[in-house]
């Protein structure tokens, strides 16, 4: 099969097309022909400097999700998986390659009607974005600023807070504007950007850095900010003290267990599949070009989710 192997940590160059033999299904587990794979901002800093949750020795096949069909099953899970349409978690590496073994217990089904693509730039970000909404409660009438709004989990944020009645307030660069959806767009990286934006009720930040001290700043009492990115390359450095004395409440991360996370992944290609929820894919790259995906994801020229098409 056809893989992108992790050579080492670096920049983009030490992910290197190959070959490698076909996974055979282990006890509980089934094989997936990939259609898409996908990629998240926190695979690009694992893949420079090993940073994150995901763990390997080299060389390794790097990736954390894919969608595709059931092709064949291993001892114990259920025969009639094959031919179905899923999309799946692979345990943090493995997902770079045209086919994968994975638990069975982990597929997610992919509803009739929304296509492998769709699903797979859902697996991740709309659980996330499901997660820090149900987090923020935010209520009809709250005003909600969304950092990096234009980004995969940022486009799903505002529409889900839109729909939960907010008025949102999307912040990007100037080339993404166009992409945010918000009520109203504003461009994070020019001078004092977020001048006239608050008072507010949320925010969602996942930049952190700069943009995230600007953004608390701008929070009404009784606010609440979760932190859950870093595109800055630095977390919100904004502390309990200061937040106490402002009375906002902090929420750094969010995350569930395994069958939490499943159903939320679940819950958002529901949403999708009713016409509720719709990701923004932006660009899509052959498998053999994951190099030059990592590059673009780094370079901030990226809208929406990226994939790999192997």
């Known amino acids: 099969m056809r893989v992108v192997w992790l050579t080492r940590f670096g920049d983009p160059s030490v992910l290197v097309p190959g070959e490698a033999p076909d996974p055979e299904p282990a006890a509980g587990q089934v094989l997936v022909d990939v259609a898409y794979a996908n990629i998240t901002f926190i695979e690009t800093m694992f893949r420079a400097k090993g940073f994150g949750p995901f763990k390997g020795e080299f060389p390794m096949v790097p990736g954390n999700g894919v969608g595709g069909v059931v092709t064949a099953v291993g001892p114990g899970a259920d025969p009639a998986l094959v031919g179905t349409r899923v999309v799946t978690s692979t345990g943090g590496s493995g997902g770079y390659a045209s086919r994968v073994a994975v638990d069975a217990e982990g597929l997610v089904p992919v509803p009739d009607g929304l296509g492998l693509d769709t699903a797979v730039a859902l697996l991740a970000d709309g659980r996330t974005a499901l997660l820090l909404l149900r987090k923020a409660a935010p209520k009809p009438g709250e005003r909600v600023l969304v950092e ?4 995969g989990v940022g486009t799903l944020l505002v529409q889900l807070a839109k729909a939960a009645g907010a008025t949102v307030t999307g912040a990007a660069s100037t080339a993404k504007l166009g992409h945010v959806g918000a009520d109203r767009a504003v461009d994070y990286t020019a001078p004092g950007w977020a001048h006239g934006v608050g008072p507010l009720d949320v925010v969602f930040d ?6 995230a001290r600007a953004a608390f700043a701008q929070l009404a009492p009784g606010g609440r900010m979760l932190s859950y990115g870093l595109s800055s390359g630095a ?18 991360g969010v995350t569930g267990t395994p069958e939490e996370l499943r159903a939320l992944s679940a819950e958002a290609l529901r949403l999708s599949a009713q016409g509720q929820l719709r990701p923004v894919i932006g660009q899509r790259f052959p498998l053999e070009r ?5 590059t673009a994801i780094e370079a901030r020229s990226t809208v929406g989710k990226t994939l790999l098409v192997p």
């Open 148 to 151: 990096a709004a234009a980004g």
């Open 206 to 211: 996942g930049v952190g850095g700069e943009v």
């Open 235 to 252: 977390w919100s450095d904004v502390t309990d003290d200061e937040a106490a004395a402002r009375g906002v409440t902090l929420i750094r």
């Open 290 to 294: 994951a190099a030059d995906a990592h």
